[in-house]
C-alpha cells in the first residue's frame, strides 16, 4: 500500500477505537496534536526498512539516515513487519516515550497508544497485498489475506487508489459524521 492509504488507515483506526472507547480520558491540546502526529508516524512506521518511504520525508536528512538503517533492517518486509517487529516496536517506543516524558509534559501513554494504532493498521493494510506479511520472521513464510496470493492486490494501483483509499475515505467520513456528538462533546469537554 502506499503511504497516503497507510496514513488514512491509520487514521480510520484511531477513529474506531475513539468512538468505541467507553471513557476517553482528557487531555491537553499538545497532547492531542502530538497523539494525531504519532498516529500518522505510526502509519507509516513499518516502511523504515524500505529508503523510499513516505516515513523517511517526514524527517530532515531522513533519506541520509535510510541508507544507513535500511541495510540494517535487512530490506523491506523483514522485521519491521512481523511479529517480533511489531514487538520490539512496541517496548522500544514506549520506552522512548517514557524517557520522554521527564522533558516533554504531555501524556505519553496517549500518544504512544496512537503510535501503536497506526503501527497495527499498517501491518493489517498490508495483509491483502501480494506480497503478504513475513510474520514469523525470520521464517521466510509470508501471509496474506486472502490465502491466495493470486486473489491478493497490487499496492499503487488501480484497486488501491481507486477502491481501498476512496472506501476508507468515506467510511471515515460516515463514522465522523455519525459519531460527531461523541467527537465534539469531547473536544469540548476533554480537551484543556
Not at 516524558?101 to 498490508?126: A, E, K, R
Not at 467520513?173 to 461523541?182: A, I, R
Request: charged content about 10%.
Amino acid at each position: 500500500m502506499t503511504g497516503k492509504t497507510h496514513d488514512l488507515a491509520a487514521f480510520t483506526a484511531l477513529t474506531l477505537v475513539f468512538i468505541y472507547t467507553k471513557d476517553v480520558p482528557q487531555m491537553s491540546v499538545p497532547t492531542l496534536v502530538t497523539a494525531l502526529g504519532a498516529n500518522f508516524i505510526g502509519g507509516l512506521f513499518p516502511d523504515i526498512d524500505q529508503p523510499t518511504s513516505d516515513f523517511w520525508d517526514n524527517f530532515r536528512l531522513g533519506h541520509f539516515v535510510a541508507k544507513v538503517a535500511v541495510p540494517v533492517l535487512g530490506g523491506h518486509r523483514h522485521i519491521s513487519h512481523s511479529l517480533i517487529g511489531l514487538v520490539l516496536i512496541t517496548f522500544g517506543s514506549a520506552k522512548l516515550l517514557d524517557l520522554l516524558s521527564n522533558i516533554i509534559l504531555i501524556d505519553m501513554q496517549i500518544v504512544w497508544l496512537c503510535f501503536m494504532i497506526g503501527v497495527v493498521s499498517h501491518l493489517i493494510t498490508d495483509l491483502p497485498t501480494k506480497a503478504g506479511l513475513p510474520l514469523l520472521w525470520p521464517i521466510k513464510w509470508y501471509f496474506g489475506i486472502p490465502p491466495f496470493k493470486f486473489l491478493r492486490i497490487t499496492g499503487g494501483k488501480f484497486i488501491e487508489n481507486f477502491i481501498i483509499f476512496p472506501g476508507l475515505l468515506f467510511y471515515t467520513g460516515v463514522l465522523l459524521y455519525q459519531h460527531q456528538d461523541k467527537i465534539l462533546y469531547f473536544l469540548h469537554n476533554n480537551v484543556k
